[in-house]
């Protein structure tokens, strides 16, 4: 396999692939300071809508995608303890609603503070911030799906055709329950649906499996494509023609009803899905052609960085952010303030991550002594 130096790593992790990511970083980030702190005027503005689109395809659809990418060029392939490290980023979702949810919320109760009486209690209490369902929960679910997938070395045609059936059943299964509430929490990770609709929590279930497991299987599918390509530059140019070919087919869809289609970001029907699902696969193809035109350079640099922190960025970020809140109100904030606390939460994200690396680095020298 011939592999040029400007897209590998030293891990033989494709660059392109840890561009996509770092980049993802800072967008997520962004969006999610914007929908915290930002007033209405500013979110309908176009910077808000600048921000709000490149936080929506190139985020968490490109970090769920590139998870099972990197999933088949990982060498570790034990099943156990892929189940476990699953198993662990499951739970460390639930310890991050605690963090960031549960103890403000009741600190803020206790307190008595106004912004309590702005929250739709009837919707949104300490139960429910405990159980909302996002990016690490899910992660963890669909790590022990790949596992299992790979377990059992179903082919990469099975694979993505599981991805397209994903994103075209979802909407046919949201909401459905036993009406026995054990077994109907265990259901909502799958396909919740519970509106919220306060602020930047738009829906208890952000990342219900289905429709989003299509984003890692399509990772998996793309990563074994990668992996055991003979010319890895004919294939990205394919990912990038199959990419907008796919994008282009979910506009079409989604044209007459783009409510329906898109409905909420973490709920997108068929139209939606195919639309980020082509998107994404083309933007790994732009980030491949933006590594091949500009000079490695210190700004790619810090991004690698963060492509290899997300777990640590995203745990930090949301803390600061949310513990933010009793400084600057929720969605009252302006363009400057916008900024400046985008630049800001990025810089102590950024801080945090290198701290944790260098304790862990430590740590492992430690050991070796």
């Known amino acids: 396999m011939i592999i040029k130096m400007n897209v590998t790593t030293q891990n033989n992790r494709l660059l392109s692939i840890d561009l996509a990511r770092g980049l993802a970083v800072f967008f997520m980030i962004a969006v999610h300071t914007l929908e915290v702190f930002a007033s209405e005027e500013?979110?309908?503005?176009?910077?808000?809508?600048?921000?709000?689109?490149?936080?929506?395809?190139?985020?968490?659809?490109?970090?769920?995608?590139?998870?099972?990418?990197?999933?088949?060029?990982?060498?570790?392939?034990?099943?156990?303890?892929?189940?476990?490290?699953?198993?662990?980023?499951?739970?460390?979702?639930?310890?991050?609603?605690?963090?960031?949810?549960?103890?403000?919320?009741?600190?803020?109760?206790?307190?008595?503070?106004?912004?309590?009486?702005?929250?739709?209690?009837?919707?949104?209490?300490?139960?429910?911030?405990?159980?909302?369902?996002?990016?690490?929960?899910?992660?963890?679910?669909?790590?022990?799906?790949?596992?299992l997938i790979q377990e059992f070395k179903i082919n990469k045609y099975v694979i993505l055709f599981s991805a397209f059936l994903i994103s075209m059943l979802s909407p046919f299964l949201w909401g459905l329950n036993l009406n026995i509430p054990v077994i109907d929490q265990i259901l909502e990770l799958f396909w919740g649906d519970q509106p919220i609709e306060f602020s930047f929590i738009a829906n208890k279930i952000a990342f219900p499996v289905f429709p989003w497991l299509s984003f890692p299987l399509l990772g998996m599918f793309l990563g074994d494509t990668m992996k055991n390509a003979n010319d890895q530059n004919r294939t990205f140019k394919h990912f990038g023609i199959g990419g907008i070919l796919v994008l282009l087919i979910g506009v079409a869809i989604s044209y007459s009803n783009v409510d329906y289609h898109f409905n909420d970001y973490y709920h997108s029907r068929q139209g939606g899905m195919l639309f980020m699902c082509g998107f994404v696969v083309f933007w790994l193809y732009i980030n491949k052609l933006i590594l091949d035109k500009v000079p490695q350079n210190k700004f790619f640099d810090l991004l690698f960085r963060w492509s290899n922190g997300v777990t640590n960025i995203y745990f930090a970020q949301w803390i600061i952010i949310i513990w933010s809140i009793a400084f600057f109100g929720i969605n009252q904030s302006s363009y400057v303030t916008i900024i400046l606390l985008i630049l800001t939460f990025t810089f102590i994200s950024h801080f945090i991550n290198e701290f944790i690396i260098f304790r862990q680095n430590k740590n492992k020298i430690k050991q070796t002594e």
Request: charged share 15%; hydrophobic share 50%; no cysteine.
């Open 42 to 147: 500013v979110k309908n503005s176009v910077f808000g809508q600048i921000i709000e689109f490149f936080g929506g395809p190139p985020a968490a659809p490109v970090f769920m995608t590139l998870m099972g990418f990197s999933f088949i060029y990982s060498r570790k392939s034990e099943l156990k303890p892929r189940l476990l490290r699953g198993f662990k980023i499951f739970l460390s979702g639930y310890i991050l609603n605690i963090i960031r949810g549960v103890l403000p919320f009741t600190l803020s109760t206790y307190l008595k503070m106004d912004i309590i009486e702005t929250f739709p209690l009837e919707k949104l209490n300490g139960y429910t911030i405990l159980t909302i369902v996002d990016i690490l929960q899910f992660a963890g679910i669909a790590l022990m799906i790949m596992a």
